[in-house]
């Protein structure tokens, strides 16, 4: 199939990387080593356009580069709908071109539509997922949503998944980190985020405080953190603060070295609040981490309780002794990290996860020339 992948939340070539990003460059390479051929469509910001009327001119000339973008297309694919960034351009796309329409991650909720300011975003989200011959869903918590919009029939479960070989252990980028870090024989706690106001800060925050109360106990332990943002600057102030010479800022870390840096850990430790998929738990289990993490929505998706990690109620105080558990238990923490590689290869590999979308896509493809 030849197809035209949209993304209404922001290019794929994004220089910020992001869960969103990763996810949908993973999908992309994937379909694309099925033999499809994946074009990524011309970008627009979306994000609250119907309260944007100065925009809109420009939206409509960027629809148009979109059509032509698409032409000689088989179907159009979105990832990523919701009230706050509909597709509002895929619909209008697909109905000029007459081809079928794909959505990977839409979420739906009835409650924005009881809201002046959240409606018109409503509106067009819904008007996507309706007009969609088929749905994707990567969060469980969609499929209960689409359940209540769509037919059984126009939906189904896509398990989160790595591309083959991309997250594996390094023992030699191990050894070398650890030297480099000065770490010695202490358990390393790693931690990676976005660094940016909301949860993601919160969760730095709480790992920072989590290894200051351990360390007051006399455990033999260091924090690395990785990632960057706009609160960067102040959350390495805070981990310094707090932890001394015993945490090491990184800052923003290619995904293409992060398999060095998760394989010089001990344990994972982030504890996810509203976090939506949770990617970083899959490349860590990749490389060997057992993660830590809490039942605040994705986590539990991408992390089997007590066989790649351990789950914790959205409790600060139960996610330290959780990090406890790991730091003080080494025959734990190697049982754990060995059963995460292997989960993740059997439950969340991209390749065997995607293939039943890619024929669900063929398919309705194959159905629709017949028709036509």
Same mark, same amino acid.
């Given at each position: 199939?030849?197809?035209?992948?949209?993304?209404?939340?922001?290019?794929?070539?994004?220089?910020?990387?992001?869960?969103?990003?990763?996810?949908?460059?993973?999908?992309?390479?994937?379909?694309?080593?099925?033999?499809?051929?994946?074009?990524?469509?011309?970008?627009?910001?979306?994000?609250?356009?119907?309260?944007?009327?100065?925009?809109?001119?420009?939206?409509?000339?960027?629809?148009?580069?979109?059509?032509?973008?698409?032409?000689?297309?088989?179907? +159009?694919?979105?990832? @990523? #709908?919701?009230?706050?960034?509909?597709? =509002?351009?895929?619909?209008?796309? %697909?109905?000029?071109? *007459? $081809?079928?329409?794909?959505?990977?991650?839409?979420?739906?909720?009835?409650?924005?539509?009881?809201?002046?300011?959240?409606?018109?975003?409503?509106?067009?989200?819904?008007?996507?997922?309706?007009?969609?011959?088929?749905?994707?869903?990567?969060?469980?918590?969609?499929i209960s949503c689409c359940a209540k919009l769509l037919p059984e029939d126009r939906y189904s479960s896509v398990r989160p998944g790595?591309?083959?070989?991309?997250?594996?252990?390094?023992?030699?980028?191990?050894?070398?980190?650890?030297?480099? +870090?000065?770490?010695? @024989? #202490?358990?390393?706690?790693?931690?990676? =985020?976005?660094?940016?106001?909301? %949860?993601?800060?919160? *969760? $730095?925050?709480?790992?920072?405080?989590?290894?200051?109360?351990?360390?007051?106990?006399?455990?033999?332990?260091?924090?690395?953190?990785?990632?960057?943002?706009?609160?960067?600057?102040?959350?390495?102030?805070?981990?310094?603060?707090?932890?001394?010479?015993?945490?090491?800022?990184?800052?923003?870390?290619?995904?293409?070295?992060?398999?060095?840096?998760?394989?010089?850990?001990?344990?994972?430790?982030?504890?996810?609040?509203?976090?939506?998929?949770?990617?970083?738990?899959?490349?860590?289990?990749?490389?060997?981490?057992?993660?830590?993490?809490?039942?605040?929505?994705?986590?539990?998706?991408?992390?089997?309780?007590?066989?790649?990690?351990?789950?914790?109620?959205?409790?600060?105080?139960?996610?330290?002794?959780?990090?406890?558990?790991?730091?003080?238990?080494?025959?734990?923490?190697?049982?754990?990290?060995?059963?995460?590689?292997?989960?993740?290869?059997?439950?969340?590999?991209?390749?065997?996860?995607?293939?039943?979308?890619?024929?669900?896509?063929?398919?309705?493809?194959?159905?629709?020339?017949?028709?036509?």
């Amino acid at each position: 199939m030849k197809i035209a992948f949209g993304t209404p939340f922001k290019p794929v070539d994004h220089p910020r990387i992001s869960g969103d990003v990763t996810i949908a460059r993973d999908l992309i390479k994937t379909l694309r080593g099925f033999g499809h051929t994946v074009d990524t469509m011309p970008y627009f910001p979306a994000k609250e356009i119907y309260w944007k009327p100065q925009l809109w001119p420009e939206a409509n000339r960027a629809l148009e580069a979109m059509v032509e973008a698409a032409r000689g297309a088989d179907c +159009w694919l979105t990832y @990523n #709908s919701y009230y706050k960034v509909p597709d =509002a351009f895929g619909p209008l796309v %697909v109905d000029r071109l *007459g $081809i079928p329409y794909f959505l990977f991650q839409a979420s739906y909720a009835r409650n924005r539509a009881k809201r002046f300011a959240t409606w018109p975003g409503y509106v067009l989200n819904r008007r996507a997922m309706e007009r969609a011959d088929h749905v994707f869903c990567n969060r469980i918590n969609d499929i209960s949503c689409c359940a209540k919009l769509l037919p059984e029939d126009r939906y189904s479960s896509v398990r989160p998944g790595l591309p083959d070989g991309l997250f594996t252990r390094d023992e030699a980028a191990r050894q070398r980190l650890r030297a480099q +870090w000065g770490v010695g @024989n #202490s358990v390393v706690v790693l931690s990676a =985020a976005m660094m940016r106001e909301g %949860v993601k800060a919160t *969760g $730095i925050q709480w790992t920072i405080r989590a290894c200051a109360e351990l360390l007051d106990k006399g455990r033999d332990l260091r924090l690395v953190l990785a990632g960057g943002g706009p609160m960067q600057a102040e959350l390495a102030a805070q981990a310094r603060d707090a932890l001394g010479d015993r945490v090491v800022i990184l800052g923003m870390v290619d995904r293409t070295d992060f398999p060095g840096v998760f394989s010089a850990g001990d344990l994972f430790a982030f504890p996810g609040l509203k976090e939506s998929v949770g990617m970083v738990y899959l490349e860590a289990q990749g490389c060997g981490l057992p993660v830590v993490a809490t039942d605040d929505e994705g986590g539990p998706h991408v992390v089997a309780h007590d066989v790649s990690g351990l789950i914790t109620p959205a409790d600060e105080g139960a996610f330290t002794r959780a990090v406890d558990r790991l730091v003080q238990d080494h025959e734990l923490r190697t049982r754990l990290g060995a059963q995460a590689v292997t989960y993740v290869g059997r439950v969340h590999n991209a390749s065997a996860n995607y293939l039943e979308m890619a024929r669900a896509m063929e398919r309705i493809v194959a159905s629709r020339r017949e028709q036509g």
